[in-house]
């Protein structure tokens, strides 16, 4: 009985704790709160489309190129840093956006931040592989995280079914360019899922044709980000390469991705867990000082 007691609150507090870790290092920070964020170092970003519902944060260097005649407005605050240049192109976008200045300190957590949430997913363990998805393709969550290890998608509808509680992680090694639309069911909803992308040069994330897509979308290595008649829910983050949010692309909803919390009843097995634990750690101090006054 006792090593059953000891064995639960063992598993009870591994389950909580690798719960913790997970929201912990999947955690955006300071990136989390932006519907774009660009913080590539000597890249561009090029913007003329929108509306870009949320706020906007560039810093680290990027080089901003922005210009009228699309339709280009930023619905939120456009926050940046003493680093960035190309600054007077601000107010060629057909509605100039409100701008306000933030510290590198900031910009630098929030790289910092991006960072760290790619590495932490590019280190987990698949819990489904794909190669290249090229035609219509369900991937059905199993209640919690999914870990999906993906080659490359072209011009697939791609559905994600799952509940309420699944979250979708993908690590994308080579390129997302589509023409298509994605749909998300069962529950699923977009501050559940995220695509990191490993690629170290090129369009790592491109889009045509009127593209209706979900999730937060995240480059650190140095892949590019192409836009042409984008419809996003979700949130874009590059801290490597150019992103062009151009040629009616928009940004009409944004939901950053949200790290996954402890459920309820994980929580509830740790503390029943630790307290069988802990009255047996006093069933056995008192029997040995028990044992101690009989001697």
């Known amino acids: 009985m006792r090593g059953l007691i000891l064995a639960v609150a063992a598993a009870a507090g591994l389950m909580a704790s690798g719960a913790a870790s997970a929201a912990t ?21 090029g913007l003329n489309s929108g509306p870009l519902a949320g706020n906007v944060l560039l810093g680290n260097h990027v080089n901003a190129a922005f210009a009228g005649g699309g339709g280009g407005h930023i619905t939120g605050v456009l926050d940046y840093d003493s680093t960035v240049t ?18 590198t300190a900031f910009t630098t957590d929030a790289f910092n931040a991006a960072n760290g949430v790619a590495s932490y997913i590019e280190g987990l363990a698949a819990t489904q592989s794909f190669g290249t998805i ?33 979250m979708f992680v993908f690590d994308v090694s080579g390129t997302f360019a589509t023409n298509q639309h994605m749909a998300l069911t069962g529950g699923v909803t ?49 801290t490597g390469g150019n992103v062009q949010f151009v040629s009616g692309s928009e940004l009409p909803t944004f939901s950053s991705f949200k790290a996954p919390v402890p459920e309820p009843a994980a929580w509830a097995l740790m503390v029943l867990g630790m307290g ?16 101690a006054v009989a001697g």
């Open 86 to 103: 190309g600054t007077n192109t601000f107010t060629q976008l057909a509605t100039a956006p409100t701008t306000a200045t933030v510290s």
């Open 25 to 45: 290092s999947l955690d955006l920070g300071a990136a989390g709160g932006f519907a774009l964020v660009d913080l590539a170092s000597g890249k561009t970003l």
């Open 190 to 238: 977009a501050d559940h899922v995220i695509f990191d992308f490993t690629g170290a040069s090129g369009n790592v994330f491109q889009t045509s044709g009127g593209d209706l897509l979900y999730g937060t979308f995240l480059a650190t290595h140095g892949g590019s980000f192409q836009f042409s008649n984008l419809v996003l829910t979700g949130a874009l983050i590059n």
């Open 134 to 166: 090229n035609s219509t393709t369900t991937i059905n969550g199993n209640g919690g995280l999914n870990v999906i290890h993906l080659g490359s998608l072209q011009n697939a509808l791609l559905t994600l079914h799952g509940g309420a509680n699944d």
């Open 276 to 291: 069988a634990l802990g009255a047996e750690l006093r069933r056995r101090r008192n029997d040995g000082l028990g044992r």
